[in-house]
């Protein structure tokens, strides 16, 4: 059996999630707002414009479209200073065992994030040439929890949705692959990821065996 299996970047591959949360959180304190993880829950796989949409909603500010686009630019400089500093370190346990298990079993492996650093991250931790196709924040228009990004992952490795598997840190990452008809697969808190069809932890949780059952079901 050949599936397609589809990662989320941010949260799932990498802990980058942490790295975003620092940044808008500066981002944040600029106009007096304190902004808590709990809130960011809310900006998990949802795209950087998006993110700053709902930021400013949180803080009641009316913004003009220039000091958006000068904060836009300003959070992704102070992300890149974070992400500049990553190596190997930062990739989640037991993600490269995943992967390796994945490959050495003929899956489809495709990358669906709303991130328009992935192919960079990606390189920096050496993860890049896991991947037979990129779907990321540069080649979709509707952010999660549209299902959009998963859709065209599936195309990329011409498997129906209902053969896909989606690997999600976010509620719109999840609702977004319930939404395309895959499978999805929450990694993080079970309260926050109740949607999901099945959620771990950590990828520490998650056997080979569970994944030879993906395979084959
Ligand atoms: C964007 C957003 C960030 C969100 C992330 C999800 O990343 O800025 O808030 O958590 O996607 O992957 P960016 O394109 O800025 O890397
Ligand atoms: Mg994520």
């Not at 589809?6 to 949360?21: C, E, M």
């Not at 620092?22 to 600029?30: D, E, P, Q, S, Y």
């Not at 692959?177 to 999805?184: D, F, L, P």
Request: proline fraction near 3%; aromatic fraction near 10%; hydrophobic fraction near 45%.
């Amino acid at each position: 059996m050949k599936k397609a299996f589809i990662f989320d970047l941010d949260g799932v591959i990498v802990d980058t999630a942490k790295f975003h949360y620092l940044a808008w959180r500066n981002l944040a304190k600029g106009i007096d707002f304190d902004f808590t993880e709990e809130q960011n829950e809310q900006f998990k796989g949802v795209s950087r414009v998006r993110s700053l949409e709902i930021l400013l909603d949180m803080a009641k500010y009316t913004a003009t479209q220039e000091q958006k686009e000068v904060w836009l630019v300003q959070k992704n400089e102070e992300y890149l200073k974070y992400i500049q500093k990553m190596d190997e370190s930062e990739i989640l346990p037991d993600v490269p065992r995943v992967l390796d298990y994945l490959i050495e079993n003929q899956q489809g492996i495709a990358l669906g994030s709303a991130s328009k650093n992935a192919r960079p991250i990606l390189e920096r931790v050496s993860l890049l040439d896991k991947f037979q196709a990129i779907v990321d924040g540069n080649d979709v228009t509707a952010a999660k929890p549209d299902p959009e990004v998963f859709v065209k992952g599936a195309q990329a490795l011409k498997t129906e949705a209902k053969d896909c598997i989606v690997f999600e840190d976010s509620i719109a990452g999840i609702q977004a692959a319930n939404a395309a008809g895959m499978i999805s697969i929450g990694i993080g808190d079970p309260t926050v990821l109740h949607e999901a069809f099945h959620v771990f932890t950590n990828f520490t949780e998650l056997s080979n065996d569970f994944l030879q059952e993906l395979i084959a079901s």
